[in-house]
């Protein structure tokens, strides 16, 4: 069991960048595939990206390609995001979550993960 905890979300003008955090506690963190999720006011929540138990396998929607970079550092456990020309409609609260995955098709549903954080705002400005 792991419990992620986000930091890193402010406000940044539109073609700047965020790195977000996710630090999670428990000892089973390396054994979990680790998401970020985003929900923008009066939306679903959606899959920004995923990243494998080892870091070997990366998946992001065509929304994010290019724009963003996950990676981990299990001895640290925590999950990064690196945001790079942020526009206004990544606007968002941004979530980690923690998943028992086993199949690449499988990182971008919300229901195949297991633990939440409380989400951290992102607000950028035009």
């Known amino acids: 069991q792991v419990q992620p905890v986000e930091s890193g979300g402010g406000l940044v003008q539109a073609g700047g960048s965020l790195r977000l955090s996710c630090a999670a506690s428990g000892r089973t963190f390396s054994r979990y595939t680790m998401g970020w999720f985003r929900q923008a006011p009066g939306k679903e929540r959606e899959f920004v990206a995923a990243?494998?138990?080892?870091?070997?396998?990366?998946y992001y929607p065509d929304s994010a390609k290019g724009r963003f970079t996950i990676s981990r550092d299990n001895a640290k456990n925590t999950v990064y995001l690196q945001m790079n020309s942020l526009k206004p409609e990544d606007t968002a609260v941004y979530y980690c979550?923690?998943?028992?995955?086993?199949?690449?098709?499988?990182?971008?549903?919300?229901?195949?993960?297991?633990?939440w954080g409380q989400g951290t705002q992102v607000t950028v400005s035009s």
């Open positions: 979550a923690a998943g028992d995955i086993g199949y690449l098709y499988l990182y971008s549903t919300l229901g195949n993960y297991d633990y």
């Open positions: 990243i494998s138990q080892s870091g070997g396998r990366i």
